[in-house]
């Protein structure tokens, strides 16, 4: 089991890694002005995303894996699946985020993307207090 836990936080950091940046492409998308450039950070875009999804996949299988090798104990449990929902939550926001971009109808402000770009800080340092402390 020691094997797939080092394998699923590998997984969950190379996730977070995107999930921290593609929201960063969208605060530069919202600034653009010029259509070569705005072409180039979509492309980034997409690529990113696709790349985040593929790590993403293992991430929550070695998680199920994981639980269902030591078990759903704790009220802590219940808070951690909790926010890896809205994780997965996020993730679905930022594919449908992008596809706004890609047909031209963002209606957002690149400082409402540099907020949007904070929750998954919060939602890492909030996961991470539950399953090393285990408050409850």
Known sequence: ?????????????SWFA???YLPRIFVNLAQE?????????????????????????????????????YGFRGGWMHAKLTLVLLVIGYHHACGSLLKKFENGANKRSHVWYRYFNEVPVLLLAAIVIL????PF
């Open 33 to 69: 002005t010029n259509d070569v450039a705005t072409a180039r950070l979509l492309l980034m875009a997409r690529k990113l995303l696709r790349f985040t999804t593929m790590l993403a996949v293992p991430a929550v299988l070695l998680g199920v894996w994981l639980w269902l090798g």
């Open 18 to 20: 995107g999930l921290f």
């Open 131 to 134: 399953v090393v402390v285990k």
């Open 1 to 13: 089991m020691l094997w797939i836990k080092a394998f699923h936080i590998i997984f969950i950091a």
